[in-house]
């Protein structure tokens, strides 16, 4: 379970298996051998075998993968249409959720089409979720109800390293659109010896500035680097879940 919304030789990386998930069908038909050389290839890569046969793995991937790839393609297809003037208020959420509106449509016509039967129940369900919000937009109690089991949902993906999902405290820090200004936060984070759980950056449209997001699991040491980055010259403000 892994991979990049760009293909060819020119975007692999040595450590994209590093970590991930990697499944291995063990159906009727598989042979011990071939499961173990599956196995030994996918330690070498550094991923992280697991076991299903074929039926399961199908039903998982309609959800976890094949749907949201859908989606997502069906969202970005609407900025077709859109005013010009509101792709400049695109932010980071839209981004994040598109992203692999970018990926090959030759990949996964084939990977849709035989997998249309596991993937017409989850769109079903989506369908009947997307009516029930239809009717009832106009009731705030309603929206924050959808908004909550989202939550529910959300809180359900496995954290780092495969553990169980856990609550970060953000620091957000506004840097100049310049080389060296990530090092410099890393370097600086390094010296206050506090470890950073996760990264995203966002860019300001029109301007030249971003918003570095730096994931840190202790409270107390997230408010510690705040402090310190804020010594350091930085502009910080800090958040949490």
């Known amino acids: 379970m892994a991979g990049r919304e760009i293909s060819g ?38 991923g992280v075998p697991i076991y299903m046969d074929p039926e399961n793995h199908d039903r998982a991937m309609a959800l976890v993968s094949h749907t949201p790839q859908m989606l997502a393609s069906l969202l970005a297809a609407q900025l ?29 016509k084939d990977i849709i089409s035989e997998n249309a039967t596991n993937i017409l129940p989850v769109l079903s369900n989506f369908r009947k979720s997307l009516e029930k919000i239809e009717s009832e937009l106009n009731n705030s109690s309603a929206a924050q109800s959808f908004i909550e089991l989202g939550n529910r949902g959300r809180k359900l993906i496995p954290g780092k390293h495969g553990n169980v999902a856990r609550s970060y405290i953000y620091l957000h820090i506004v840097i100049d659109d310049k080389a060296g200004q990530l090092a410099a936060i890393f370097n600086d984070c390094a010296s206050a010896s506090v470890n950073i759980e996760d990264v995203s950056i966002e860019h300001t449209p029109g301007q030249n500035t971003g918003l570095v997001t730096l994931s840190i699991l202790d409270e107390e040491k997230a408010q510690f680097l705040e402090l310190f980055l804020t010594q350091q010259g930085w502009k910080v403000h800090l958040t949490s879940n």
């Open 9 to 46: 030789p020119q975007s692999a990386r040595g450590d994209l298996f590093a970590g991930r998930t990697w499944i291995v069908t063990t159906g009727e038909s598989a042979e011990k051998h071939s499961i173990d050389v599956a196995a030994e290839l996918i330690s070498i890569c550094g």
């Open 80 to 108: 077709i249409e859109a005013d010009p003037q509101w792709l400049a208020l695109i932010g980071q959420g839209f981004r994040d959720f598109t992203r692999i509106a970018d990926s090959d449509p030759l990949l996964w």
